[in-house]
């Protein structure tokens, strides 16, 4: 079956630092999109990408999706405190319905 | 609105008890799934349905029944209770366009099996 990977599993960063997590799929992707879970919390959606090559940014955070679409990056530009928590990217392959999340990537921000 | 909505937020339960958990959304999605979420693991599917009286099977669909007879509601039922089923639950759905929609979700529901 379909499977998405992220690295890295943890990372922790100084604030102002920038931060990039990548997805991989074992298959080709319809479309991918990215979540954010802030810790005790739910998934809340951040955005999708759907073409190949695509790149979408929202204020500090730069979303990719490949050419090949089978992975995607998460990129945070000088990071805050308020990006804590732990970022899941999700594909959908084909004509599935169904998302398949990735392991997510637990971002930890210090002063 | 409510959105998507859990019961119950917390639950012990023994070895072998069963129990339902109660999932509703007031946004008349097509698309309702069921996911647990374990550490490091990421989020897993359990059940899935695309409409009222359709349903399937996700990643980790073992120990797990499901139903849909309305669109509202999407229950999750543990008929013989198992520590390996300590998790956190999340309910979400998604708009008739299920190949792109969002994924709402609901705040979930810890459980926990002694």
């Known amino acids: 079956g379909q499977q998405v990977m992220q690295i890295p599993q943890y990372q922790h960063v100084q604030e102002g630092e920038d931060f990039t997590t990548y997805c991989n799929s074992s298959t080709t992707l319809s479309n991918i999109q990215w979540y954010k879970q802030r810790p005790g919390g739910h998934p809340v959606f951040l955005i999708q990408?759907?073409?190949?090559?695509e790149v979408k940014k929202q204020k500090r955070l730069t979303f990719q999706f490949g050419e090949a679409k089978k992975n995607s990056s998460l990129h945070i530009t000088a990071t805050q405190t308020t990006d804590v928590g732990t970022y899941f990217c999700?594909?959908?392959?084909?004509?599935?319905?169904?998302?398949?999340f990735g392991t997510g990537t637990r971002l930890q921000v210090t002063l | 609105n409510a959105g998507v909505t859990q019961t119950p937020k917390f639950q012990v339960l023994k070895t072998g008890q069963s129990m339902t958990l109660q999932c509703a959304q007031d946004m008349n999605h097509e698309y309702m799934s069921w996911y647990r979420q374990d550490p490091g693991m990421g989020l897993r599917l359990i059940h899935y349905s695309v409409g009222a009286g359709i349903t399937d099977q996700g990643e980790v669909p073992n120990g797990y029944n499901v139903s849909r007879s309305t669109t509202e509601d999407f229950p999750l039922r543990l008929l013989s209770a198992a520590p390996s089923q300590t998790s956190v639950y999340f309910c979400?759905?998604?708009?008739?366009?299920?190949?792109?929609?969002?994924?709402?979700f609901g705040e979930g529901s810890r459980l926990t099996v002694l």
């Open positions: 979400a759905s998604s708009s008739t366009s299920a190949l792109t929609g969002e994924l709402f």
């Open positions: 990408l759907v073409k190949s090559g």
């Open positions: 999700a594909g959908r392959g084909g004509t599935a319905s169904k998302l398949t």
